[in-house]
């Protein structure tokens, strides 16, 4: 998991660096708000952001306003690092768009929380994402399928006797012909074992071949 860390405090940034480097996570650090920025806005950015709000260039409120405010891109989880620590502080940094609010100093079981909430925010917003890709990949397919989709419906007249199907202009025709021409279906011809025997069955070719296919089996 790779985070960004931007702060312009050196000790600061070098001692949460160090911090979550050692917990195993991958660090990417800035001493100003823009350069923050600019790797939050690009691609394939860090998914989780600790972020000082006084920074030169570009302070750490306005990268949450920004990012909240734009429009696709990944969700990415900011933590608003301040020495502020008010009530009115807090709820200005949220209602920002940041999504977590720590107050230097900053305890270390204190941070690795709010990362462990993070994580888990930003796997289940993963999970949605690629099921509503799945879903939408689905409906595709359906709508694809559907598209493809000619139906026959309702009360169909057929002969009795020969099988012809009358139309709606009064004209009968083959049922092959009546089908193909209201669906995407196309027929192939042959003849069922019951007309073979009613046609052929009294020629010897016939009967040859009838008797070859019993001692077969």
Same mark, same amino acid.
């Given at each position: 998991m790779k985070?960004?860390?931007a702060d312009?405090d050196t000790?600061t940034r070098?001692a949460?660096?160090?911090n979550?480097e *050692?917990?195993?996570?991958?660090?990417v650090?800035?001493?100003d708000?823009?350069s923050?920025?600019?790797a939050?806005s690009g691609?394939? !950015?860090?998914?989780?952001a600790?972020l000082d709000w006084?920074? !030169?260039?570009?302070?750490?409120?306005e990268i949450?306003?920004e990012?909240n405010?734009?429009?696709?891109? !990944?969700l990415?989880?900011?933590?608003?690092?301040?020495?502020?620590?008010?009530k009115?502080?807090?709820? *200005?940094?949220?209602?920002s768009?940041?999504?977590?609010?720590?107050? *230097? !100093?900053v305890?270390?079981g204190?941070?690795?929380?709010?990362?462990a909430?993070?994580?888990?925010?930003?796997n289940?917003?993963?999970r949605?994402?690629?099921?509503?890709?799945e879903?939408e990949?689905?409906?595709?397919?359906?709508e694809?399928?559907l598209?493809?989709?000619?139906?026959?419906s309702?009360?169909?007249?057929?002969?009795g006797?020969?099988?012809?199907?009358?139309?709606?202009?009064?004209?009968?025709?083959q049922i092959?012909?009546?089908?193909?021409?209201?669906?995407?279906?196309?027929f192939s011809h042959?003849?069922c074992?019951?007309?073979?025997?009613?046609?052929y069955?009294d020629?010897?070719?016939?009967?040859?071949?009838?008797?070859? *296919?019993?001692?077969q089996?």
């Amino acid at each position: 998991m790779k985070i960004l860390v931007a702060d312009d405090d050196t000790m600061t940034r070098l001692a949460l660096t160090k911090n979550l480097e *050692k917990s195993g996570y991958e660090v990417v650090s800035f001493e100003d708000g823009k350069s923050a920025f600019d790797a939050l806005s690009g691609e394939k !950015p860090p998914r989780l952001a600790i972020l000082d709000w006084i920074m !030169p260039g570009m302070e750490g409120i306005e990268i949450c306003r920004e990012l909240n405010d734009r429009e696709g891109g !990944p969700l990415i989880y900011t933590i608003l690092l301040t020495v502020k620590n008010e009530k009115k502080d807090i709820i *200005k940094a949220l209602d920002s768009g940041a999504c977590d609010f720590l107050s *230097k !100093p900053v305890h270390s079981g204190e941070l690795h929380s709010r990362i462990a909430v993070g994580l888990r925010l930003l796997n289940s917003e993963d999970r949605l994402l690629q099921y509503t890709r799945e879903v939408e990949d689905k409906n595709r397919e359906l709508e694809k399928a559907l598209s493809e989709i000619k139906t026959l419906s309702g009360l169909l007249p057929i002969c009795g006797s020969c099988k012809k199907i009358r139309d709606d202009e009064g004209y009968w025709n083959q049922i092959e012909i009546y089908i193909e021409s209201r669906s995407d279906a196309l027929f192939s011809h042959g003849l069922c074992p019951e007309c073979l025997e009613k046609l052929y069955g009294d020629q010897e070719w016939f009967k040859k071949r009838s008797r070859f *296919k019993k001692e077969q089996k």
